[in-house]
């Protein structure tokens, strides 16, 4: 009886983790160079289709947003990983550019956080 609860409840515990993790609801793209966040946006319809451009003094990328998910569309790095990537969607998914020490991040909303629609 004791080894049938505990699987249950660890796939309980995997379903919970899993449903909040992976959920839809509430998300944002942080962008970051260097280990600090320079912009942060909220999923809009209104901004479906618009480019952010990202000039730093380690290179540049353009980043394009698209319905609920959001990629890298032009680096001046030499490989071109981040372009190749394409689209994220998912909370925890991320783009990573390092020569141009970018990365661009989903992350799920907390309640208590106040974020605009796009912060320029």
């Not at 946006?41 to 290179?59: M, R």
């Amino acid at each position: 009886m004791l080894i049938v609860l505990i699987i249950l409840i660890s796939f309980s515990a995997m379903g919970y983790i899993r449903i909040q993790a992976f959920s839809n609801a509430e998300k944002y793209v942080s962008i970051q160079v260097n280990g600090e966040e320079i912009k942060r946006f909220i999923f809009d319809p209104k901004l479906v289709g618009q480019t952010i451009p990202i000039e730093t003094k380690y290179g540049f990328n353009l980043i394009e947003i698209g319905d609920e998910k959001v990629r890298v569309i032009e680096a001046d790095c030499p490989d071109k990983i981040d372009v190749k990537q394409g689209y994220i969607s998912n909370i925890g998914e991320t783009i990573v550019c390092l020569p141009n020490k970018l990365v661009v991040e989903i992350k799920g909303v907390k309640n208590d956080s106040e974020l605009d629609i796009i912060v320029r």
